[in-house]
């Protein structure tokens, strides 16, 4: 075998790219390729559930701060919206991620230790699950109060 993947993993996949165009199967790291491939998938998960806590904590920075709204907020809520949007259009199978209770969970976590600590509220003040719908948190026209 060429390159080790442990020692240099950038290498390590430029090496088995070029085995795979050269048709040398033969030669190819399987194992740790398929732990590539699957970790492509939880990268994308990351991704959506990161842009939805960044989403979910302005949310709620807008419901419980009314004083300090302002067009930053707005901006945020909106390029969250349109990436995670974007995310679900680009990649469809991650809509169904919008139906677990337990990705939810992690999100929501996340966008309420988020949001405690931009605001000073204490987490404990903010909703123990998110009060909101996927489509109310999507739509472009929600904003809560």
Known sequence: MGIAYEKDIVAWANEQASFIRAGRFD???????AE???????????????RMAVL???????QFQPTHRGASWQKTIKVQ???VNRRI????????TLQDSEWWDDAWGDA???ASKETGIDVLKFPEICPWTPEQILDEEFFPE
Do not use: F, M, Y
């Open 27 to 33: 030669l190819l790291d399987i194992e740790h390729l």
């Open 36 to 50: 590539e491939i699957e970790d492509v998938g939880k990268s994308e998960q990351r991704e959506l559930e990161n």
């Open 56 to 62: 979910l904590a302005h949310l709620l920075k807008w």
């Open 81 to 83: 919206r349109t990436q």
């Open 89 to 96: 259009q680009k990649t469809p199978s991650l809509k169904h």
């Open 112 to 114: 309420t230790t988020q």
